[in-house]
């Protein structure tokens, strides 16, 4: 395609991405549509989001009954908080979901609960209210899965650490490969990656051995839902696994109430961070619940070492 349709932006190798605007900033959140016989989508954005992403469909051309597939790589409410919703107006797309995140799209009570003990306030004004997505129509992944788009194919990879219902997702033909929050997080302006070890399930060990996995695959490009591509993957693979390690080291290392702190003086600017526009660089993996997120980590471990 030439042009992309209006709220879409294209990637190359036909992946468009409509940007959700995530708390009304762009370059944050991505929902990626690939074209197909049967068209796939690869995350939903957040319940708040769905209506702007109908629009870009409906600019694509897509009428309600051509999408074969809604992709959601973890059940985060900023990845598939507009499952519900947007499988109800495509209603003849199967929506993938890790086996491990299948029952929290069913009944997502839990799910919301969880993200309000994390964000807070936060969670009306950016996320909203998930709609339960209908379980005949989920379809629940396992490691290696193949998502037959008819002219093109996907393959389910399942990459533990930043959660543990946490899967990826390989365009084979063309080789690039959407990571959802498996290799971090970089939204515009960010020099570097930031880790994404947010609560209640962060496990560093699993999410280097996923880094590797992906790695060794080798991709052509790499598409970071917090967004887009950031350039050689190879590289980008390996400064994310070492950032978080570093994090990681940061987090044993300093006291509990003092990490955010640690956290903020070590690498804030590094990564670029400017002071004078905190709230856009705190609503996605913000230190405040990456630190929360590594404690969590840490006691776990402790208590499981005891
Ligand atoms: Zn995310």
């Given at each position: 395609m030439s042009t992309p349709p209006a709220g879409c932006?294209?990637?190359?190798?036909?992946?468009?991405?409509?940007?959700?605007?995530?708390?009304?900033?762009?370059?944050m959140n991505g929902v990626f549509l690939i074209p197909g016989a049967r068209p796939a989508l690869i995350e939903t954005g957040t319940a708040l989001s769905v209506a702007r992403t109908r629009a870009a469909l409906d600019a694509f051309g897509l009428a309600p009954g051509d999408l074969g597939w809604i992709i959601v790589t973890h059940v985060h409410l900023d990845h598939a908080g507009g499952a519900g919703a947007l499988s109800r107006a495509f209603p003849a797309a199967k929506v993938?979901?890790?086996?491990?995140?299948?029952?929290?799209?069913a009944d997502p009570a839990r799910l919301e609960a969880s993200a309000r003990r994390v964000h807070g306030a936060l969670l009306d004004r950016?996320?909203?209210?998930?709609?339960?997505?209908?379980?005949?129509?989920?379809?629940?992944?396992?490691?290696?899965a193949r998502?037959?788009?008819?002219?093109?194919?996907?393959?389910?990879?399942?990459?533990p650490g930043h959660a543990p219902h946490h899967l990826?997702?390989?365009?084979?033909?063309t080789g690039v490969l959407f990571t959802g929050d498996a290799a971090g997080v970089r939204v515009d302006g960010m020099r570097s990656a930031r880790p994404a070890c947010p609560p209640p399930h962060f496990d560093r060990d699993a999410a280097v051995a996923s880094m590797r996995r992906m790695a060794e695959l080798r991709p052509a490009r790499i598409v970071l839902t917090h967004f887009g591509d950031p350039g050689d993957p190879a590289a980008f693979?390996?400064?994310a696994e070492d950032r978080l390690q570093r994090w990681c080291t940061v987090?044993?290392?300093?006291a509990d109430d003092g990490l955010e702190a640690e956290l903020l003086r070590?690498?804030?600017?590094?990564?670029?961070?400017?002071?004078?526009?905190?709230?856009?660089?705190?609503?996605?993996?913000?230190?405040?619940?990456?630190a929360a997120g590594l404690r969590h980590w840490l006691r776990t471990r402790n208590e499981e070492r005891e």
């Open positions: 932006v294209s990637l190359g190798d036909g992946v468009l991405v409509a940007d959700s605007t995530m708390a009304g900033y762009p370059g993938v979901v890790h086996p491990f995140g299948a029952r929290h799209l950016v996320y909203g209210s998930m709609t339960p997505v209908d379980g005949a129509r989920i379809q629940a992944a396992e490691d290696g998502i037959d788009l008819g002219d093109r194919e996907l393959r389910i990879l399942h990459t990826v997702v390989l365009d084979a033909g693979l390996a400064d987090a044993e290392r300093s070590r690498f804030a600017a590094e990564e670029g961070m400017p002071a004078d526009d905190p709230e856009r660089f705190a609503v996605m993996g913000g230190f405040e619940s990456n």
